[in-house]
């Protein structure tokens, strides 16, 4: 198993960082609020520990799990210490309102992010269509993600495999449009017409 650091302590961070010190992963709990970057690491036990905000994250593979409206700001008080990581976005960029996504048209948060980065930084689309709470309760869910290394994409396909999903390849980076569109739908019909966030999306083979 690798070291996996996860930047974030919030509801995603948690479930994300749950499942990878159940498969065994050493994780890395990374936060501006150290206090609550403890707290979540201490919850976990299996050796989980903190990392320092801004230094050099201990594990090749980095969750980003902020917010959106968050995302640039961290990336950048990183600087170059993301240089040469796998860098998981699990954002979505919808609008507070639900009226669309904030990103310029025919961009995604993915992409957006990986503009910030440094050179040789890898990014890959992952997490966003799946709810925290839905992924703490385990299962096999189906997780869609997008990326345009293939030696990236098999290295994430292999550690969401470990956390007991099914690993699903969109296709490259650009995907990442299509998945926080995807996001986007599944927030506005928890709210409207489904009236419970207790849904996961899946890909029926018949």
């Known amino acids: 198993m690798s070291t996996i650091s996860i930047i974030g302590s919030g509801g995603m961070a948690a479930a994300i960082a749950g499942r990878s010190a159940k498969a065994g992963h050493a994780v890395e709990v990374i936060g501006r609020d150290t206090a609550k970057a403890k707290a979540l690491a201490d919850k976990l036990g299996s050796g989980a520990r903190t990392g320092t905000y ?7 593979i980095v969750i980003l799990a902020v917010p959106y409206s968050s995302a640039a700001a961290v990336v950048a008080d990183y600087g170059g210490a993301l240089g040469g ?46 709810f925290g709470h839905v992924l703490a309760k385990g299962g096999r869910l189906d997780a869609f993600f997008a990326a345009d290394d ?36 599944m927030i506005s019909l928890a709210k409207n017409g489904a009236g419970t966030w207790d849904f996961a999306m899946r890909v029926d083979v018949g």
């Open 150 to 185: 293939a030696k990236v994409k098999e290295r994430v396909s292999t550690f969401l495999e470990s956390l007991g999903l099914r690993p699903l390849d969109v296709g490259g980076l650009h995907m990442a449009q299509s998945l926080e569109a995807l996001g986007l739908m």
């Open 54 to 60: 801004g230094a050099v994250p201990a594990g090749d």
């Open 85 to 130: 990581k796998v860098i998981i976005d699990i954002t979505n960029s919808a609008a507070p309102d639900l009226s669309g996504l904030l990103t310029p048209d025919g961009s995604s948060g993915a992409q957006e992010i990986a503009k910030g980065l440094p050179g040789g930084t890898q990014v890959v689309k992952a997490f966003n269509t799946i």
